[in-house]
C-alpha cells in the first residue's frame, strides 16, 4: 500500500509536468512558433554551458527555501502567503548585519544567517500569534505583513542604510556565501555556497517533521486540533512555532538573495515573488522535504531556462509565463490524473 | 421470490485485507433486514459497495431481478437506494430543507430554487412517516435523533425504495431508538424495505424479519428471527459462547481517588449544564453515572479532564486539585480518558494506528529521548496493544481512518485502560461495539478495578450501568440527584429518577444516607 502510494507520489507531478509542456508545446504551435526550437532553447538556457548551469542553481536555491517555508506550515494546516515578506525582511537583516558588523568569517556569515533566520522568523510570530491567541486568519495577516516588510524595507535602505540611494554597498566578503572557486568553475556566474544551506534546510525540515515530537505535534495539530487538545498538547503554541519555523526558512531564503547572489539590498517597486512562487512549490512537491527540493529545481529550471526562449526562438515573454503557468496549472488539478490513473489500473486488472 | 435486493457472491478487497469474501445477502420486498457481524467483519463496506461507494472485485448485484451495476451513488439513488451513514453529511449551517434538497434542487420557472415548494413537499413526507422534522430549523441547532431524522427524510426526498442504516441506534437515546423503531415499521407499512446494521441483538430481535450474520468477511448465513435467540445470534456472529452478563466479585472501595464538590460549569453558549455537582470515585470502585444525554455529562466529563473551564467548585485527584489544570496536567496527575466522541477527539485519523496508540506518551521515554521519536518502541507498543485488544487492522502502519469503527474504539481503550491510570474515565466506551468485544471490554474495566484504579463510567445504556457499575450516580439537571446500587434498583427505576423524580417517588432506597 505504501509503496503503492509513493509511486502514485511520483508519478502524479512527473505526468502534470509532461502535460504542462505538451500543452505548451500547442500553444507554441497554434501561435506559430516551433515548440522544438522553444523547448531546445528552454533547455540551453538552463543547461547549455557551465555558465547557464551555475545560474540556474542560484536560481534554484532561494525557492527550495521558499518552498520549504510554506511546506512546513502547511504540514500544520496553515496557510504562509506571508513568505515574500519573511524572504524579504530575512534579505534585508542579512545584509544589514553584513555591512554593520566587523568580524572574521567564522563568526560573522553565520551570524548573518542567523538575524536573517530571525528575522523571518519575527514576521511570521506575528500572523502565528494572532491566529493562535485571536483566531485572525493567518492569510490575511500574512498578506498584511508582506507590505509592511515591503515598505519598512525600502525605507530602511533610502533613510538608514543609505543617504537617499537605491541600493546599499556591497557586503564584506566576511559576510558572503560567493565563492570565487564556484565562480571560475562556472564562467563567472553568480553560483554561490547557499545551495548548501539550501540542501541542509532540507534535511533539517524532513527530520523536524518526520522524526521528531516537534514534527509529531505540528502535523497532529494540522489533522486534528480537538484530539491534539485532548491529547495534551498546546495548540496556540503550535500554531505559532509553525509560523515561526516557516518564517526562518524563508528569512533563509532572503540571506542567499542578500548575501550570496546580489551582496547588496535595493530599493523594491514590487514583491521578489520568491514567496509566491514558494507557495506553488510547495504544492508541487506534496509538502515534503524531498518533494520541494524536486520542484524547485524544475522550477529553477523553467524560470532560468525561459530566459532564452525570447532571444533564441522569438518566443514573446509573455507566452513563456503562459507555458509556466500551464505546468502549474496540471499540478494543482493533478487530482484530475490521480482519478484517470485509478480508472486506469481498474480497467487494467 | 420477490426480492428487491440482491448481492451475490460479493467479494471486496483492501490493500492487505479482504473486507467482503464472496457474501450473497437477499432481501425482501417490505422487509427488515439485519446485518449482524463483529468489528470489522465487513457489514460497511458490503453496504457501501450496495451504495455505489465501493466497486466490488467480484460479484454481482440485483435489483427486482435486474443485474445492474452501481458505479456511484447518484445511480444507487435511481435504483431507489438510500443510505443513513454512521457518520452524518450534513452542511451545519444550512435549514434541513436546504440539506434534503442538495443536488436535487427544484427550480420555479425562472430558474430560482423553490424553496416553499420543497418546504410542503419535505413537511408533507415528514408527516407521513412520522418524522416530526421541522423543514424550516437549522442543522446545528438540532439533536442528533432528528438530525438522524433528516438523513431518513434525504433518501425518501430521493424517491429511496429500499434503506440502508448503518449503526443507526449507536448515537440515540434510549427514548429515541424507540422512535426511530416506530419509523422504520411505518415505513415498512408504505412499502419500503430496509437493511438495518446494529450491535444490538435486542433491536434485531425485536424488529427486523430476517438476519445475515457474517463473520470475518465471510456470510455465514441468513437466519429467520422467528426462529432464533439473542444467544443464537450471538454465537453464530463470533463463532463462540457469549456471555450477557458479567462475572464479578464484589467491590471493595479504598480511599478516595476523585472527589468533585459544588462543581459549576457552563457550556458553550455560556448556560449553566452543571450546577453544584457534587461526587467522589473511590480506589476499587466503579460508579455509573446513568442520566439522559444534555443533562451536563459532556461538560462534567470535559471539566475533569481539562477540556473545558470550570467556573467555580474544585475537582481534586489523588487529593491534589486538579481543577482547569491544562489536559496535559490532568493526564499526568493519573487520569485516563476514553472520549465519547472517537473521531473527534479520540484519534488523529490521518496518523497511523501506531501514532495513534502513544498519542499522550510521545514525549515520554522510550518513545522520544531529546524530542527524537523511537519508531521501533513506538511500532512495538503498537504491535502488542493491537494483539491485547484484539484490534483487526492490516497492520500497525495502516491509517486510523481505514479502521472500522469498532476498531477504532478498541484502539483507544486499549491505549488509555493500558497506561492503567488511576482514574479511568469512560464515557460511551462500548459504543459501535459487537457483543464479544463488550464483553472483552466490561472484563478489562473490572480488571481495572480489582487492581485498585476508580473507574467513571458515563454511559446512555441502562444495561450496561447496571451490569458493570458498583455504584450508580443518577445525574438530572447537572446535578447528581440519586445515588443507588445495582442491586436496590431496576431500569424502571432507573428511568423515573433519570427524569427528574424524586428518590421517594421513584420508590428507590438511597444508599448514600
Ligand atoms: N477504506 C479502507 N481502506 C482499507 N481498509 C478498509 C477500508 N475500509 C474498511 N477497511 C477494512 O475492511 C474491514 C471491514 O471494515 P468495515 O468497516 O466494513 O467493518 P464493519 O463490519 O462495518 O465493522 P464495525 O462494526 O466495527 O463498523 C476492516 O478490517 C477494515 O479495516
Ligand atoms: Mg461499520
Redo the contacts with the bound molecule.
Sequence with gaps: MTQNNRLFGILVPVISVLLGLLAGAIIMLVSGYSPIEGYAALWNGAFGDAFTIGETIRRITPLILTGLAVAFAFRSGLFNIGAEGQVIVGWLAAVWVGLAVDAPMILHLPLVLIVAMLAGALWGFVPGLLKAKLGVHEVIVTIMMNYIALFITNEIIRNVLTEQETTTEAIPATASLASEWLQTLTFFSRMHYGILVALFAAIIMWFIVQRTTIGYELKAVGFNQHASRYAGMNVSKNIILSMVISGAFAGLAGAMEGVGTYGTISVMSGFTNLGFDGIAVALLGSNNALGVVLAAILFGVLKEGAGQMPTSAGVPTELVDIIIALIIFFVASSYIIRWFLLRFKKEGK | MDYVIEMLNIRKE????V??DNITVQVKQGEIHALL??????????M?VLFGLYQPEQGEIRVKGQKVNITNPNIANDFGIGMVH?HFMLVEPFTVTQNIILGSEPTTKSGKINIKKAEREIQELSDRYGLKVDPTAKISDISVGMQQRVEILKTLYRGAEVLIF??PTAVLTPQEINELIEIMRSLIKEGKSIIL?T?KLKEIMEVCDRCTV?RK?KGIGTVNIKDTTTNELASLMVGREVSFHTEKKKAVPGQTILEIENLFVKDARKVDLVKGLNLEVKAGEIVGIAGVDGNGQSELIEAITGLRKANSGSIKLNNKSITNLNPRKVTESGLGHIPQDRHKYGLVLDYPVAENMVLQTYYKKPYSKATVLNFKEVYDKAESLIKEYDV???SAS?LA?????????KAIIGREVDRSPDLLIAAQPTR???VGAIEFIHKKLIEERDKGKAILLVSFELDEIMDVSDRIAVMFDGKIVANVTPENTNEQQLGLLMAGSQLSEAGVHNDSE
Design positions: 483492501f490493500p492487505g485485507i473486507a467482503n457481524g463483529e468489528n470489522g467483519a465487513g457489514k460497511s463496506t458490503l457501501n454512521q448503518d449503526e446494521i450491535h457474517i468477511g483487526r487492522t492490516p495502516t481512518r481505514a479502521l472500522s469503527g469498532g476498531n477504532q474504539q459501535g461495539l459487537d
